[in-house]
Nanobody, 125 residues
């Protein structure tokens, strides 16, 4: 499956962005999905994940209450709504996929074997 992330950009602190991850080559309906991010000089970190049917979600503590992950299997997309953005949210955001109909979610990068190319999110103070 090929993943294409988009929706990044430059926004002021307190603003919002909506990232989307579109898949081609395969339907995402049997894939667990997640978003990770990587800031300059830092390791890639987990942001949010969602189970194959949307029944389970998980978030990093740093984004809980501000970010919402969702999926539309009919449109073959996964979205990340980011509100109340902070400068520390600045990073390249990656979507990831893992073929799984497990009802839970995954938060380790090593669990995912398909990755998008990343989209830059920059939050100015």
């Amino acid at each position: 499956v090929q993943l294409q992330a988009c929706g990044g950009g430059l926004v002021q602190a307190g603003g919002s962005l909506r990232l989307s991850c579109a898949a081609s080559g395969r339907t995402l309906s049997s894939y667990a999905m997640a978003w990770f991010r990587q800031a300059p000089g830092k390791e890639r970190e987990f942001v949010a994940s969602i189970s194959w049917n949307g029944g389970s979600t998980d978030y990093a503590d740093s984004v809980k209450g501000r970010f919402t992950i969702s999926r539309d299997n009919a449109q073959n997309t996964v979205n990340l709504q980011m509100n109340s953005l902070k400068p520390e949210d600045t990073a390249v955001y990656y979507c990831a996929a893992r073929a799984s109909t497990y009802r839970g979610t995954y938060s380790r990068a090593s669990a995912f074997n398909y990755w998008g190319q990343g989209t830059q999110v920059t939050v100015s103070s």
